[in-house]
């Protein structure tokens, strides 16, 4: 059974392989511009994708980037070693991903017109999704079996805390019209349109030919093959694909194969509780 030690930053846990204290402060003291744009994820709900998605959406679909970029390179993590490292290679507007709760974003973030899109997904998806990842990502604790893993998964005692949390404080947020919610269901069920409503909030224009042709280069399959976009570039010790690929299903529902009814049960009222007294609605039911 493997064990890593993680780094503990203001209440939530991070893997020191991509983290480090250094990393953290720079993300604190990072000068956020009023053109950036950040995807925002609780891990496992779609942040590769929008990775995909962004650069595109904003760059009029040029497709150079996902063809000669590596996807942390084109649309670094706030939060990551890497952006220190890559941050004067990036062109305005700048697309960024963070796994941050709201709390922990940059005060220059606060102070900015920088624009924010919520990818959320099913809580059900995103487990599954994420006990496979424990079991091929070299630098995370073995998840255990999938009972052990849902009783981490429901205390937040995984990455970045816990999904109510994460979902709670990025819909508590002062942000008006500088944010957008949008979910992984339906990006799955009509990204087109999702690129759209995208566009719109951007202030892309893009045409619809422009749309059809993202769409096309943003699906699944295409981002399954392309190295620079699938994590096959990773070395096997952090990431073994032959355990499970990193671009594992990309489909919506696959919970159903793994819950039994008494985790479903167990799993539905413990999210329930938690999100009882939230006026925002859940795109899906929880049952």
């Not at 496992?44 to 150079?64: A, F, H």
């Not at 941050?100 to 606060?110: E, N, Q, R």
């Not at 255990?144 to 404080?169: N, Q, R």
Request: net charge negative.
């Amino acid at each position: 059974m493997s064990s890593c030690e993680y780094i503990q930053y203001r209440g939530i846990d991070l893997p020191p392989v991509a983290h480090s204290m250094e990393s953290l402060e720079y993300a604190q003291n990072f000068s956020v511009e009023d053109t950036d744009v950040f995807a925002v994820t609780y891990p496992k709900s779609g942040t590769i994708w929008m990775q995909e998605i962004l650069p595109l959406v904003l760059n009029g679909g040029d497709l150079t980037p996902i063809h000669t970029i590596p996807n942390w390179d084109r649309v670094p993590w706030l939060e990551e070693k890497r952006l220190a490292m890559v941050v004067d290679q990036l062109t305005s507007p700048r697309a960024l991903v963070t796994h941050f709760p709201y709390h922990l974003m940059p005060p220059s973030f606060h102070a900015s017109k920088a624009k924010v899109v919520y990818v959320m997904r099913n809580p059900k998806d995103v487990m599954v999704s994420s006990y496979y990842f424990h079991q091929m990502a070299g630098f995370l604790n073995d998840p255990g079996t999938f009972d052990e893993f849902m009783a981490k998964f429901l205390e937040g005692k995984v990455l970045f805390g816990k999904w109510t949390d994460h979902v709670k404080s990025w819909r508590h947020t002062e942000l008006g019209d500088r944010i957008m919610y949008i979910t992984y269901e339906e990006m799955v069920q009509d990204l087109p349109a999702a690129l759209r409503s995208l566009s719109d909030f951007l202030g892309s224009n893009l045409s619809e030919e422009v749309i059809q042709k993202i769409a096309e280069h943003c699906s699944f399959k295409t981002m399954k093959v392309n190295s620079m976009s699938n994590f096959s570039l990773v070395p096997k010790v952090l990431m073994d694909s032959d355990k499970s690929p990193f671009l594992r299903k990309g489909v919506v529902g696959d919970w159903k194969n793994h819950f039994s009814s008494e985790q479903l049960a167990r799993f539905t009222s413990v999210i329930r509780q938690e999100l009882e007294n939230e006026s925002f609605p859940l795109p899906w039911s929880l049952d």
